[in-house]
T-cell receptor, first 114, second 118 residues
Framework: AQTVTQSQPEMSVQEAETVTLSCTYDTSESDYYLFWYKQPPSRQMILVIRQEAYKQQNATENRFSVNFQKAAKSFSLKISDSQLGDAAMYFCAYLAGTASKLTFGTGTRLQVTL | GAVVSQHPSWVICKSGTSVKIECRSLDFQATTMFWYRQFPKQSLMLMATSNEGSKATYEQGVEKDKFLINHASLTLSTLTVTSAHPEDSSFYIC??????????????FGNGTRLTVT
């Protein structure tokens, strides 16, 4: 079974600084997709970034980028120039075609301080 | 675009009653909808996968007779919590995959429903 592990229950970053959230996963699949979702206090799930396993290039979306290490099964999220609005729960998620359903990690609560 | 509306956003019901939660895709057709449950400060746990016109597929440990899922059209899926008990109190979230999307298409999430059973 696929598992997604986020080892950091909470993280804190100062405004304008950079923070990296960790995620590891376990799978025997070769074709899969990885996602980072943000859940602010409103509880709305917002897609932050997505990575296709077959792509070697790390995905980037404005201030958000990932470090995808396929051999190590690691998928970390880097947030640059952190803003107060980045404060939220961040969930790493995995999707493989054989199951067609998202498996979420346990989440990391990110605090952004002034 | 790609808006998923979930209703109600919160509901309080008495133990033993049933509650229906609706999940609608407003501007797209969804072949597949997913229902998740989220306890406080925990992750989203998939309860079931709902495909239009067919029976839902439930995850291991989820009682299908307690959590009735109906996906009668390409824009509507419902979750009915039958004979609710206080332990069913939780946050329920639906998500939808567009008709023209492949299995890896992004999911669109509803805003969730907070259920409190007294």
């Amino acid at each position: 079974a696929q598992t997604v592990t986020q080892s950091q229950p909470e993280m804190s970053v100062q405004e304008a600084e950079t923070v990296t959230l960790s995620c590891t996963y376990d799978t025997s699949e070769s074709d899969y997709y990885l996602f980072w979702y943000k859940q602010p206090p409103s509880r709305q799930m917002i897609l932050v970034i997505r990575q296709e396993a077959y792509k070697q290039q790390n995905a980037t979306e404005n201030r958000f980028s990932v470090n995808f290490q396929k051999a190590a099964k690691s998928f970390s999220l880097k947030i640059s120039d952190s803003q107060l609005g980045d404060a939220a729960m961040y969930f790493c998620a995995y999707l493989a075609g054989t199951a067609s359903k998202l498996t979420f990690g346990t989440g990391t609560r990110l605090q952004v301080t002034l | 675009g790609a808006v998923v509306s979930q209703h109600p956003s919160w509901v309080i019901c008495k133990s033993g009653t049933s509650v229906k939660i609706e999940c609608r895709s407003l501007d797209f057709q969804a072949t597949t909808m997913f229902w998740y449950r989220q306890f406080p400060k925990q992750s989203l746990m998939l309860m079931a996968t709902s495909n239009e016109g067919s029976k839902a597929t439930y995850e291991q440990g989820v009682e299908k007779d307690k959590f009735l899922i109906n996906h009668a059209s390409l824009t509507l899926s419902t979750l009915t919590v039958t004979s609710a008990h206080p332990e069913d109190s939780s946050f329920y979230i639906c998500s939808a995959r567009a008709l023209q999307g492949s299995y890896n298409s992004p999911l669109h999430f509803g805003n969730g429903t907070r259920l409190t059973v007294t």
